[in-house]
Nanobody, 121 residues
Framework: QVQPVESGGGSVQAGESLTLSCEVS????????MGWFRQAPEKEREGVAA????????FYAESVEGRFTISRDVVKNTVYLQMNSLKPEDTAMYYC??????????????WGQGTQVTVSS
């Protein structure tokens, strides 16, 4: 059983930073990519960033590239998302996930309960 558990999140002002963490217990071949996707009210689900099992980044959404950094502690089975220069449009529920497709971790993957990120202008 693969189970991601997120921590972090919160409310910040535009331009500030936040770090999300996620520990993923269990492993299957279908959970070889770990990362984050987000969903805001009335918007489509969006892949944010993902890293492969060795910790190398596999995907960044164009909307976050250059501002967000994903990293992975392979020993701890933990993935981190450092979010800098946050914008109001980054406001969403962020889900940690492990899945077979880095751009669409929710597709055939496993995800946690989510953590809210709110950025005010």
């Amino acid at each position: 059983q693969v189970q991601p558990v997120e921590s972090g999140g919160g409310s910040v002002q535009a331009g500030e930073s936040l770090t999300l963490s996620c520990e993923v217990s269990g492993f299957t071949y279908s959970s070889r990519y770990m990362g984050w996707f987000r969903q805001a009210p009335e918007k489509e689900r969006e892949g944010v960033a993902a890293a492969n099992r060795d910790g190398y980044s596999a995907f960044y959404a164009e909307s976050v590239e250059g501002r967000f950094t994903i990293s992975r502690d392979v020993v701890k089975n933990t993935v981190y998302l450092q979010m800098n220069s946050l914008k109001p449009e980054d406001t969403a529920m962020y889900y940690c996930a492990a899945g077979p497709w880095p751009e669409r971790l929710w597709d055939g993957g496993y995800w946690g309960q989510g953590t809210q990120v709110t950025v005010s202008s």
